[in-house]
């Protein structure tokens, strides 16, 4: 089913793979101390690519990373700008196609301490990074201007686990609608300069269920955290209002002026999250995973649920624009969970595609192992595994499966010439 210019990817983050120590996130995780190059891909990033070639993609998905970019507040480094330039040159030349995202959850050090996204300031200073990155890196069609705005805020601004620390909803709304406000101005200045760039944002969503099925208050929180986490968003692309309720918390609506401004969906999907009302909690709720489907946790816990797949597929179709998986991976030491997740989960695409939604591509989270945000170096999300300590890559079967897939994907399009969409 899959139609021939299908954009089979991965997906990585800069910070993730080579850190920075320009980064708000340098200091905010005292592991980083020890281990500051993460991967060693900034050094050996040339190698990395190689691996791309290998595993038969198509398309990539990388994150720039601003810190280097703009170490300093009026400070702009061309051997950080020439370093991302370099990367879009050798997959140009091999055929692959760039997605970048612009904003992967971490900032410059002067940006988060001077100018927090709570802050109107935040939004002046966001454009002039764009603005550099637009007029001086060239090749590149595909943007993703933030990657999964809810997670950073509700990591930043709610639960204070992630930099800027901050656990307060008024500044939380406040973020929110000033990176909306960003993602907008993004949108314009890529199409002013570019004239057939495809701009989007990566948005994490998540399959629910109650606790206990039986229990009202359970159900009351999964509808609620579906309309926040999954639904609000897409609304707000579509009617240009964002509307967000929380359990104990006034309802809010605001205008963004992001309606329409989307030329593809991102969707980032892993898990599903069972919803469960106690009294005892921050807003009374409690979020747990449960191996339902008898495919097993991840390494980090998570529900496998390919099923959920489909159904934030769906949801996300709603916009009628095309949406291209942007992440969806498994944190496992275990081969053969790692290709049986790739295998249900691709699946699904498949079935999705069968009946006519317009889905572009599939980027599997990640390429190598990585840093992971609040576990750091033992979740193993990559199709290559890391030895952390000597840099070495080896390719999982997963990634022998992947590039298998691919093939096959790629033969069976080409006997069958008529196109999809
Ligand atoms: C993020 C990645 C992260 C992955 C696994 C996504 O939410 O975009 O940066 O590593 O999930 O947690």
């Known amino acids: 089913m899959f139609p021939q210019d299908f954009l089979w990817g991965v997906a990585t983050s800069a910070f993730q793979l080579e850190g920075s120590p320009y980064a708000d996130w340098s200091s905010w995780d005292e592991l980083l101390c020890k281990k500051p190059e993460i991967t060693n891909h900034y050094n050996c990033y040339k190698d990395d690519l190689r691996l791309l070639n290998e595993l038969g993609v198509n398309s990539y998905r990388f994150s720039i990373e601003w810190s280097r970019i ?3 507040e009026n400070k702009w480094d061309d051997s950080a700008i020439a370093h991302y330039q370099d990367i879009i040159n050798i997959l140009l030349e ?7 995202t ?33 007029d001086s890196i060239k090749g590149i069609k595909y943007f993703i201007t933030f990657n999964e705005p809810y997670v950073l805020l509700l990591g930043g601004y709610l639960e204070g686990c992630m930099p800027p620390g901050i656990k307060d ?18 949108y314009e200045i890529i199409h002013n300069k570019i004239n057939d760039a495809m701009v989007s944002i990566s948005h994490n969503m998540a399959a629910f269920a109650p606790w206990w099925q039986y229990n009202p208050l359970d159900k009351l929180l999964c509808m ?70 008898g495919y097993g946790l991840t390494d980090l816990g998570w529900e496998i649920h390919p099923k959920g797949l489909e159904r934030v597929i769906k ?8 949406i291209i998986i942007t992440e969806n991976g498994i944190a496992t030491r275990s081969d053969q969970k790692k290709l049986a997740y790739m295998k249900r989960h691709i699946e699904v695409v498949e079935k999705c595609l069968s009946k006519g ?27 290559y595994r890391v030895d952390f300590k000597t840099f070495e890559r080896t390719p ?26």
């Open 70 to 72: 703009q170490p300093r």
């Open 357 to 383: 939604i317009d889905i572009r591509g599939y980027f599997y989270w990640s390429l190598i192992d990585n840093y992971e945000w609040l576990q750091g170096l033992d979740s193993r999300f990559g199709l």
């Open 169 to 186: 909803f008024k500044y939380f709304l406040r973020a929110l609608e000033n990176i909306l406000i960003c993602h907008s101005n993004c």
């Open 396 to 421: 999982t079967t997963a990634a022998k499966y992947y590039s298998f897939l691919i093939n096959k994907a790629r033969e069976s399009s080409r006997e069958n010439k008529k196109p999809l969409f």
């Open 94 to 100: 091999n055929g692959i196609i760039p997605i970048a």
């Open 224 to 293: 609620m955290a579906k309309r926040f986490y999954n639904h609000s968003i897409i609304d707000a692309f579509d009617t240009g209002v964002l509307s967000i309720e929380f359990p104990l918390k006034q309802a809010v609506k605001i205008e963004v002026p992001i309606k329409g401004r989307l030329d593809f969906f991102g969707l980032n999907y892993y898990t599903r999250l069972h919803m469960r009302f106690n009294p005892f909690k921050k807003m009374f709720v409690e979020l747990r995973h449960r191996d339902i489907d």
């Open 315 to 322: 949801l996300a179709s709603r916009l009628r624009v095309p």
């Open 102 to 134: 612009l904003h992967h959850f971490t900032h410059p050090l002067w940006f988060i301490r001077k100018y927090p996204w709570h802050e109107q300031s935040s939004i002046e200073r966001f454009k002039d990074y764009v603005c550099k990155i637009i």
